[in-house]
């Protein structure tokens, strides 16, 4: 109990941190930067409809997703984006130097074989059965033949990806709106949906019932995050550069995002059109880059 209070007084400080640190930057008479190109629209309808238009779609009638909070989510974006720069990505830069490409890969694999009642319950959740019946395949697949995960032969060897499904796409395949947009401590984009969907998807982590402590168990957490993004382009970095605003340009891609996962049919599986057993797959040493 005591953890869980400390927990949430450490959060509420880093909201109010934030909002703090963000309005001393923008200044009393400093007006938010934001994207422009007509006059007949506010700012963030505006910005929507370039995005949109960069994207094919020739008007965008409305935001892409409600954000009343917006003084609150950019400075909880603000400190997200210190955060980034200044701690996390120069952890996950170290870790890039000392640990081989092939070995964080595999670290990843783990955690995404971990993570499969999430996904396949999800998929069973909205009646997806061939969905559910891929992720059943991958785990078996991979936790036999790869080694409790940490090789990808599903896909590699049988062409078979893994779905992406997670409770906040279960409630948008059944007609739920996004609410409002929200930028969580560290998580970074969501929504009221996504945010309550990731609540529930926590209780079919394995994880959680792991008997593990709550700084193991946010350990754990961490080391999956700074082992994704060690495996990154500078996709961050790069936005950072080319967007005017890129709490608006996050935004909006946050939103054509999960509208297209909860409209898409990742169904992709092709058990023939690769070789089952491919012994260049299945040798060790090429797997570690050895000759």
């Given at each position: 109990m005591l953890k869980r209070m400390l927990i949430l007084l450490l959060v509420a400080a880093f909201l109010c941190l934030g909002m703090q640190l963000f309005a001393a930057q923008q200044g009393p008479g400093d007006p938010v930067i934001v994207?422009?190109?007509?006059?007949?629209?506010?700012?963030?309808?505006?910005?929507?409809?370039?995005?949109?238009?960069?994207?094919?779609?020739?008007?965008?009638?409305?935001?892409l997703i409600s954000d009343p909070l917006e003084?609150?989510?950019?400075?909880?974006?603000?400190?997200?984006?210190?955060?980034?720069?200044?701690?996390?990505?120069?952890?996950?830069?170290?870790?890039?130097?000392v640990v081989p490409r092939q070995a964080r890969v595999s670290v990843g694999n783990v955690f995404s074989n971990i993570a499969t009642p999430i996904r396949a319950g999800n998929a069973l959740l909205q009646l997806k059965f061939r969905d559910f019946g891929t992720e059943l395949y991958r785990f078996v697949i991979n936790t036999t033949f790869g080694i409790?995960?940490?090789?990808?032969?599903?896909?590699?060897?049988?062409?078979?990806?893994?779905?992406?499904?997670?409770?906040?796409?279960?409630l948008g395949y059944y007609g739920s709106g996004h609410g409002f947009y929200l930028v969580l401590p560290v998580v970074g984009p969501s929504s009221l949906r996504d945010g309550a969907g990731s609540f529930v998807d926590s209780f079919a982590d394995p994880f959680r019932y792991a008997d593990l402590e709550t700084l193991e168990y946010f350990g754990i957490?961490?080391?999956?995050?700074?082992?994704?993004?060690?495996?990154?382009?500078?996709?961050?970095?790069?936005?950072?550069?080319?967007s005017i605003d890129p709490y608006l340009f996050i935004r909006a891609a946050y939103a054509q995002r999960r509208l297209a996962q909860v409209g898409q049919n990742t169904y992709n599986i092709n058990l023939f059109q690769n070789p089952l057993f491919d012994t260049d797959l299945f040798d060790p040493f090429d797997w570690f880059g050895f000759e």
């Open positions: 994207a422009k190109r007509t006059a007949d629209l506010s700012p963030d309808e505006a910005f929507d409809a370039d995005f949109g238009d960069d994207l094919g779609a020739a008007e965008v009638p409305k935001k003084p609150l989510n950019r400075g909880v974006f603000w400190v997200n984006d210190k955060l980034y720069f200044y701690l996390f990505k120069p952890i996950a830069r170290g870790y890039r130097l409790g995960g940490l090789f990808d032969l599903a896909e590699s060897v049988a062409g078979v990806k893994p779905v992406i499904e997670d409770f906040g796409q279960t957490k961490f080391w999956d995050a700074e082992n994704r993004l060690s495996l990154d382009r500078d996709t961050y970095e790069g936005i950072v550069r080319d």
